[in-house]
């Protein structure tokens, strides 16, 4: 797999451009959007020829998707459930379950610097990958979900140990277990048992949902 981003493509600059709509133009499209498409289906046919599988973040969908493209849905449920709709594959990202570089609680100021939003242990368990809008064959194109978190605002170890622990385990239990299984209630009575493991192995995990 390779994964080409394809977000945050500032099309306000893309619009002022002379060479990007000049581009436009040229290839007989109708805006932004579609420019950004046309790139991303120049992008794709280079990765399958170098025997690669392309991944995007959602944005890809804009304007059209790639025929083989995979979609990291991060904005919502909404970009998973369209692409998985026309056939894409699809790994779930939704940032109010899986960024896990956001706060953890609401009141930050004792907290280490971090992004910003607010994803407590709470909103990862919450996390069903597999939203019901889909058919049963459409569910399929669901492969998984991923938790994101970026560095440039934490600079050790410890400190990512503490942005990953316990919500890891949380998103671990709400991908492997079936939703009508899962209790948050249970989750949390369990999880005393992990952090002794944690204890052991010295890692720097978040206390804000332990006793």
């Not at 492969?143 to 316990?166: F, K």
């Amino acid at each position: 797999f390779f994964h080409i981003g394809g977000d945050e493509c500032p099309k306000v600059r893309w619009n002022e451009c002379p060479k990007c709509q000049k581009r436009i133009k040229d290839e007989n499209l109708k805006d932004a959007h579609e420019l950004q498409s046309y790139f991303i289906h120049r992008i794709e046919k280079i990765i399958l020829a170098h025997g690669k599988s392309m991944i995007g973040w959602d944005e890809i969908l804009e304007g059209g998707l790639a025929p083989s493209a995979t979609v990291m849905s991060w904005r919502g449920e909404e970009g998973g459930i369209a692409a998985a709709s026309m056939g894409h594959d699809v790994i779930m990202v939704p940032k109010d379950h899986c960024y896990f570089d956001y706060y953890q609680v609401k009141d930050t100021k004792q907290e280490p610097l971090a992004i910003g939003g607010f994803v407590p242990v709470e909103n990862v368990y919450d996390l069903n990958p597999v939203p019901t809008e889909l058919t049963t064959e459409q569910q399929k194109h669901i492969l998984g979900a991923q938790a994101n978190l970026w560095s440039e605002y934490i600079p050790t170890s410890q400190q990512v140990e503490y942005m990953v622990l316990p919500r890891m385990a949380a998103l671990s239990e709400a991908l492997w277990t079936e939703p009508q299984s899962k209790s948050y209630e249970n989750f949390l009575q369990r999880l005393p048992w992990l952090v002794k493991l944690y204890q052991r192995d010295g890692f720097n995990y978040a206390k804000h949902v332990l006793p």
